[in-house]
Nanobody, 121 residues
Framework: QVQLVESGGGLVQAGGSLRLSCAAS????????MGWYRQAPGQQRELVAS???????NYADSLKGRFTISRDNAKNEVYLEMNSLKPEDTAVYYC???????????????WGQGTQVTVSS
């Protein structure tokens, strides 16, 4: 069993900052990509940012410059630093990890339960 535990969400005023964390634990032998997605009410889930095991990053075009993704491979953790937050950033933010439960296992995606981020105007 693989568990992803997110933390750091909350209520913040427009222009403020938040830092999300996600820790992967349990039966996971290796992790490839880690990432953050978000889903606003009535909207589809969308990619926020992702990072490979080598540290290469990918961001949604609209978020470049405000959000920064990073990871700690030794701790199996991924982080999302969010600055200059806007009301339209309000959403549930989900952590996703792509990894293997064993060296012979296929790659698969694991999702966290989500953490609410609310930005007030």
């Amino acid at each position: 069993q693989v568990q992803l535990v997110e933390s750091g969400g909350g209520l913040v005023q427009a222009g403020g900052s938040l830092r999300l964390s996600c820790a992967a634990s349990g039966s996971i032998a290796s992790i490839n990509d880690m990432g953050w997605y978000r889903q606003a009410p009535g909207q589809q889930r969308e990619l926020v940012a992702s990072i490979t095991s080598a540290g290469s990053t990918n961001y949604a075009d609209s978020l470049k410059g405000r959000f920064t993704i990073s990871r700690d491979n030794a701790k199996n953790e991924v982080y999302l630093e969010m600055n200059s937050l806007k009301p339209e950033d309000t959403a549930v933010y989900y952590c996703k990890v792509t990894g293997r439960r064993a060296v012979w296992s296929a790659l698969r995606d694991y999702w966290g339960q989500g953490t609410q981020v609310t930005v007030s105007s």
